[in-house]
């Protein structure tokens, strides 16, 4: 900033005396007296006046140029105070946004032993949620879901959403109802062009049974212990708080011991590196190929992902979800956990 400050100073200094040099010529050429012979002799009174007026001139416009300097400097002075102040406030803003997040998410995976989730938002508060809960029959209740662009704006509807699914599937109603009742609020609060893709699951650990709503998300993967892709359930629905009625048309499927629910969000597959080069559904595809170590698999598609887009800015939110079925885990703890907690 210092240096940057001298070499204004100078360019100003080279201005002002640029300008009294020719300033000196101009009165010097007037004063000058040429003779018939082409001689001249100004005379030292005259002479005398034109550095007098020379120098008279280079204060003036020194002093102004030093004043617009002194003015310019508390110009920039008072727009950066300015600057810090709204900074501050944007800060404690986003610090109040991320803790109510975080009270209407009511949700660690990290607590429970079957369900690992990776939440990485782009901004502070990002426009991906993700709600679990378990219902009055031991049903394990999931919501992921993607509202449209990022930071605060999007984070706007986790609100009534969360409070919709913790009510409903912890009453346990189906996840029919529960996607009609989550269509019809966003479609009465949400403004124009912001919607919900989501994707509701529910797994009944005592028929072995997965129900799924897909609307807007890329296709949720059921994966084998041993590997190999059993069942893709794509997104049959529009996103959520589009239209005034909802298709609620579900999908069930029975699972096996140890299968693997994959879920997540766009910004998995779109995440992109340096290059430019989109990560893409194959890289993620191709860790489900063979399974060497199920219980390494979430965190080795974790580090793909981060390790593919080192040194590129993130530009989306990314959010993924494993869920793996156990028979023998059919434990209800507290209406929030699925099967039984870690540690």
């Known amino acids: 900033m210092k240096v940057k400050q001298r070499i204004w100073d100078g360019k100003i200094l080279f201005g002002i005396q640029l300008a009294a040099f020719f300033l000196i010529l101009d009165a010097g050429l007037n004063l000058i007296v040429f003779d018939a012979k082409d001689a001249f002799f100004p005379s030292l009174q005259e002479m005398r006046l034109a550095v007098a007026c020379a120098i008279i001139i280079f204060t003036v416009y020194s002093n102004i140029a030093i004043t617009k300097r002194k003015q310019a400097e508390e110009t920039i002075r008072v727009a950066h105070a300015e600057l810090e102040s709204l900074y501050q406030q944007l800060e404690h803003e986003h610090g109040l946004a991320k803790q109510v997040f975080a009270n209407v998410v009511r949700t660690n995976p990290a607590e429970y032993r079957h369900m690992k989730c990776l939440l990485s938002p782009m901004e502070v508060v990002g426009g991906d949620v993700f709600f679990t809960i378990t219902g009055p029959s031991g049903s394990q209740y999931a919501l992921l879901g993607d509202f449209t662009g990022h930071g605060l704006s999007a984070a706007i509807g986790a609100i009534p959403v969360s409070d919709i699914f913790y009510t409903m599937a912890g009453k346990g109603h189906s996840i029919e109802e529960i996607v009609t009742e989550t269509n019809r609020k966003l479609k009465g609060v949400l403004p124009m062009g912001l919607f919900l893709c989501a994707c509701f699951t529910e797994l009944d ?27 893709r359930l794509a997104s049959t629905h529009v996103p959520l708080g589009v239209v005034d009625t909802a ?12 299968d693997f629910i994959y879920i997540y969000t766009d910004g998995v597959i779109e995440a992109s590196n340096k290059h430019g080069e ?7 595809e191709d860790h489900f190929i063979h399974i060497q170590s199920p219980e390494n698999l979430f965190d080795e598609i974790r580090g793909s992902v981060f390790a593919f887009c080192s040194g590129k800015v993130q530009e989306d939110d990314i959010t993924m979800l494993e869920i793996q079925y ?9 209406g929030k956990a699925i099967g039984e907690p870690s540690g």
């Open 205 to 231: 650990y005592a028929r072995g049974t997965l129900t799924v709503w897909n609307g807007g998300l890329p296709d949720a993967l059921v994966i084998g212990r041993e590997g190999g892709i059993k069942k």
């Open 326 to 334: 156990d028979a023998g885990a059919v434990s209800r703890f507290d």
């Open 247 to 258: 298709d609620t048309s579900t999908e069930i499927m029975e699972l096996a011991q140890d």
């Open 278 to 284: 989109m990560f893409g559904q194959q890289r993620l």
